[in-house]
Every structure is written in C-alpha cells, then in structure tokens.
C-alpha cells in the first residue's frame, strides 16, 4: 500500500498530493489570533468539511467550486479508515489567488474598531451613526493578502488587490479582482438570506479563488464554515452590543478574558465550543451531526 504525507500543513488543514486532485483534510485543531491553541476539539474537522460541502452543492449554480468527493471510498487506500474519514475533501488542483475574499454584512470585529477610528472600514467610507454590530446598507469587500503560516494577514484596497493580481498575472488583474469581488458578493447574499431564514446570520465570510486549467475562476479552500465565518443566533440579535455566536468568536472571547490560560482551554470550554459547532451545522442543514 502506498503511504501519504502532507505536502502542506495549515492551522487547521493538512494537504496531500494525489497527482491529478488534492486531499484536503480537516484536523481538530482550532486557531485563534493567527495561533494553533494547545488542545484540539473533538469532530470539528468533520463538522467543518461537512459543512463546507454543504455550501459547495447549494452554490454551485453562482460558481464552480474545487470539490470533488467526500467520500473515502474514492481515495487510495491509505485514506480508507477512521482517521480521514468523515474530514477528508477530495479536490480539483487550481491555481490560488494570492487573495482572501472578505465581505461583511454587520460591523464587528476589527471592522468596528476601524469605523469608531474613522468612519472607514478598509478605505470604504460607511455612514455616520452605527452602532456595533449594525447591518450594513449593502455587503463591503474587504480583502487580505494571504499570509504565510505565524504572519497576520494585511487589509488592501480594491485597487491594490488589482495591483497584486496584474503583477502575477500581467494584463488580467483587473479582470480577475472585478470576477473575485462580484462573485464574493454574491455567495454572500445567497447564503446569507438563505441563513437567515435558518436562525442565523451570517455578519462576515471570506472565501478564496483559484484558476483552473482554462484560467477560470473556481472557488477553493473551505466555505462558509465556523473557522472562516461569524454566525450569530437570529433570535438573540441586538444592534449596539457584541453578539453570542456559534463560531471561534467564543474561543476568542475566552482568550481574551484570560490571558494566563495561554491558548489552552478548559475542558467545558471544549465542550460548548464543539456544542455551538453541532448547532450550527444542524440549524443550516436541517440534519443532526453524526461523528
């Protein structure tokens, strides 16, 4: 039997080269401020790639994404056994864009701290008078360069992701910085709405693009999933306060209230983190998690 081994290690993914596809498999790490924490929560991976594959079928008539498969029947048989399953995305190879694909529809986070500074949130004036986590008149996008593994990643302007892009890709920057705002636009506001009618909503996404083959744009990477989303409970919502969330933003919360548990939480912590996981996913897909 042929052995594996990632050829990449992200935070939380672990990347394996199957000559014509890629294996993308979602470990139980969690990161928190660009920092893999010291324990793991139990299913997160799965419910991530679970996730993820929801979201690839619902949208797949806005873009062509990278899945292939989820099935570990189709991997080679060194994939075939508990430690893949259920965590393992079977992918079409692309070309990435040096470009995280950022929209927001409320102001939080570090959106909030930049309009209470300035009015502004990556360069795009926003109406006087908001409140923390208001909805925004219409989606912003605010890209990021994409960071190597222990860097943050930088805020760009529209105009300097067009930049970034031309330089990689001479004559096509423009092009492809216009196709990769306008489709983050629109995966936003379909599954936005389509979220909202399921309890939560969804205050900011990122999303990440690459070429195919024809140098078509095909969304990659994962989609609309916890690690990658802020998801709010509907019912709870409150404008001029932070929220409850069903995403890292309670891990964050934690680290931040305590700053001696140097990246390591608790074991209830655990738990209600993996919990805000499962109801999330079950309030989305209308299924119950099963591990």
């Not at 799965?46 to 990278?66: A, C, E, G, P, R």
């Not at 926003?126 to 912003?140: N, Q």
């Not at 805020?155 to 216009?178: C, N, R």
């Not at 936005?192 to 693009?209: L, N, P, Q, S």
């Amino acid at each position: 039997m042929q052995e594996y081994k990632p050829f990449k290690e992200g935070k939380v993914r672990e990347v394996y080269d199957l000559s014509e596809s890629l294996l993308i498999v979602a470990t139980d790490r969690i990161s928190a401020f660009d920092v893999i924490l010291k324990n793991d929560v139990p299913d997160k991976g799965k419910i991530l790639t679970q996730m993820s594959k929801f979201w690839f079928d619902f949208t797949k008539d806005v873009v062509k994404n990278h899945m292939e498969s989820t099935e570990t029947a189709d991997l080679p048989e060194f994939f075939q056994n508990d430690r893949f399953e259920g965590r393992s995305m079977k992918c079409k190879k692309l070309s990435m864009l040096p470009i995280e694909c950022i929209v927001r529809g409320y102001i939080t986070g570090t959106g909030w701290a930049s309009y209470q500074e300035s009015g502004k949130v990556c360069g795009i004036d926003l109406p006087a008078g908001l409140v923390e986590s208001d909805k925004l008149p219409e989606p912003i996008y605010t890209p990021t360069t994409k960071a190597e593994l222990g860097l943050h990643d930088e805020h760009i302007t529209f105009e300097e992701s067009v930049t970034l892009l031309e330089k990689q890709y001479p004559g096509k920057g423009a092009d492809y910085a216009a196709k990769i705002r306008d489709l983050t636009i629109a995966l936003y506001r379909k599954c936005a709405d389509y979220a909202r009618e399921k309890g939560i909503i969804i205050a900011d996404t990122k999303f990440e693009f690459g070429l195919d083959e024809n140098g078509e744009v095909v969304l990659g990477d994962e989609m609309l999933t916890p690690d990658s989303s802020r998801f709010w409970p509907a019912d709870s919502y409150q404008p001029g306060q932070g929220q409850p969330s069903f995403d890292k933003q309670f891990v964050r919360d934690y680290l931040k209230a305590h700053p001696e548990a140097d990246y390591k939480l608790p074991a209830d912590i655990v738990e209600k983190t993996v919990a805000k996981y499962r109801e999330a996913y079950q309030l989305l897909t209308g299924k119950a998690f099963v591990s």
